[in-house]
């Protein structure tokens, strides 16, 4: 027997790497800082982020 996802974790799901862009995007200088790297390399986290997740989504289409 299978069961559907409710609407709303799929609109959690579809809204969730927004959330983490506006969120992560305004404390990149202080997490370069902390980190005492450059800007660029803290940015390159968020790239990577949303490559896995872009990956994530293939992979689970392909599961489903």
């Known amino acids: ?27 990149l200088g202080d997490i370069a800082q902390s980190f005492s790297t450059t800007y660029s390399q803290a940015a390159q986290t968020l790239s990577i982020y949303f490559t896995a997740f872009a990956i994530g989504v293939v992979v689970w289409g392909l599961l489903a």
Do not use: D
């Open 1 to 27: 027997m299978k069961t559907k996802p409710s609407i709303g974790l799929m609109v959690v799901m579809l809204m969730f790497p927004q959330i983490v862009e506006t969120i992560y995007s305004p404390a």
